[in-house]
């Protein structure tokens, strides 16, 4: 019965990183369509997703929901740990396949474009409203679906995340508006 908690707990962070990632998909299609007024699909990946937010999501959560009565704790954490996810993400990409998928450059304290100041406080004001409120929700939400229904979602969701795994890796998404 004990591996039973695990495989909820596991599937729980599953929901949470495909949460995430989607939220980040919708958050990076906003933000591209009030700086440059168009419509573009950002990220290495094909699919509604940005794997960076759900890494981010899932981090903040496992390592801080502890703290989500501690808010300037939280959002300091929560800053430092999505600084260094989109530090590491954003040095792979660029070591494995030269490319850019965000330039932070003109920005005040970045280092190397990869990361800067105010991404930094944007992932601390995020790490805190996750972890001491959203979560909780979407947990509410989650927690509605039977467990059959919730296996059923996220096997569905693993699968399209890894068809787009096999055409990413090789030939990730990339041009005008995608990268920089």
Known sequence: MEH???????????YFFFLSAFVGFLWEG????????????????????????????????????????HYILC??????IGTAVELVIGLLIRQVYHLNYWDYSGFYFNYLGLICLLSSLGFGLAGVFWVSYLSRYALLLWNKLSV????????????LFTIDCIVAVPAPNTGRGITF
Do not use: I
């Not at 906003?30 to 940005?50: E, I, M, S, V």
């Not at 296996?151 to 969701?157: E, G, Q, T």
């Open 4 to 14: 039973e908690g695990y495989l909820q707990k596991l599937m729980q962070y599953g």
């Open 30 to 69: 906003a933000l591209t369509l009030l700086q440059d007024n168009t419509l573009c699909k950002r990220g290495f990946f094909y699919g509604p997703w940005l794997p960076v937010y759900g890494v981010g999501g899932v981090l903040f959560y496992l390592l801080l929901h502890r703290l989500k009565k």
């Open 75 to 80: 959002f300091f954490l929560s800053a430092a």
């Open 148 to 159: 059959k229904k919730q296996k059923a979602l996220l096997l569905l969701l693993l699968l």
